[in-house]
């Protein structure tokens, strides 16, 4: 089980508790890292829809069709402090990548919440997941998703919140690169290829969520005492079965009991569980070109 230490500086704004803002929602969009991935063509985009760039939702009827578990009693304070560190670690991870590259940076906010809350993409709320809104540069963290992704979907260990997490913050690493205008034109003149590229867009942010699994673990052997998470055996399965239980195949079958491939926005178990470990193998951000 990964270790975490307690960073005094808090990355994340706790909204617990507070409901606020409108649920409904407005357009989001989100970009290729340009430069840092080669792509073969400039405007190889995605489109999204509001708040893009989550985990898919896993919809009300998941809980009804699953088994009798109770559910999940973590302490939220606790988990509060672990998401505070994570974050941590995952900006420090890309702050020093950009550092090295002599390239600007600038980190994401970070937002933990439950039920709903406002964002400037109109709102978040449990019902979309955890996701990321390019128009405040803000990733939206629900606590009733870790629980329904531990219950009803399996994917239990902590670090399976890391990977969450992770991916997120990929998504503002794909923003920071400068796409999102491009985006839009992409979705105003291509949207029967929207659902393609929404899967190529998430499939490389769970490889740079990869990657930033490898970092850490090369941190963590360096002994670098400004980690804030510390890896152990067994973590990176965890995150694996996360990748794994958060494919639109998965998710289809669980929730409906069928698997509608054209329908699909994130990919499938295989293909996300294939692309992390990409990221995670090479720790290479040129390696993470789902578009190639």
């Not at 402090?81 to 600007?104: F, G, H, K, Q």
């Not at 692309?275 to 193998?281: A, R, Y």
């Amino acid at each position: 089980m990964a270790r975490y230490r307690r960073v005094r500086k808090q990355h994340v704004e706790d909204r617990r508790g507070q409901r606020r803002g409108p649920t409904a929602g407005g357009a989001g969009l989100g970009g290729l890292p340009m430069g840092k991935i080669s792509l073969p063509i400039l405007l190889i985009i995605v489109v999204f829809t509001v708040c893009q760039g989550g985990l898919p939702d896993l919809g009300n009827s998941a809980v009804e069709q699953a088994p009798n578990v109770p559910p999940a009693e973590p302490n939220r304070d606790d988990e509060f402090e672990r998401i505070n560190s994570i974050v941590a670690d995952i900006d420090d991870t890309w702050a020093d990548r950009y550092n090295a590259a002599n390239e600007s940076y600038r980190t994401a906010s970070v937002v933990l919440f439950e039920g709903a809350t406002s964002s400037a993409c109109g709102g978040a709320r449990a019902e979309v997941g955890p996701h990321y809104c390019p128009l405040d540069e803000t990733i939206y963290l629900d606590l009733g998703f870790f629980d329904q992704l531990r219950v009803q979907f399996g994917a239990r260990g902590e670090f399976a919140i890391d990977y969450v997490v992770a991916h997120e913050f990929a998504h503002h690493i794909q923003t920071v690169e400068g796409i999102n205008e491009s985006v839009r034109t992409a979705q105003q003149q291509n949207p029967g290829q929207a659902n393609e590229l929404s899967i190529a867009m998430e499939l490389q942010a769970d490889c740079l969520a990869g990657a930033w699994v490898h970092d850490t673990l090369a941190d963590d052997a360096a002994g670098d005492p400004t980690d804030s998470v510390i890896i152990e055996p067994g973590d990176v399965a965890e995150a694996m079965q996360a990748a794994e239980a958060v494919g639109d195949d998965r998710i289809q079958e669980t929730v409906t009991g069928r698997v509608n491939p054209e329908s699909w926005t994130h990919g499938s178990s295989a293909q996300r569980v294939e692309w992390f470990n990409q990221g995670f193998e090479t720790g290479d951000q040129s390696a993470c070109d789902t578009f190639g």
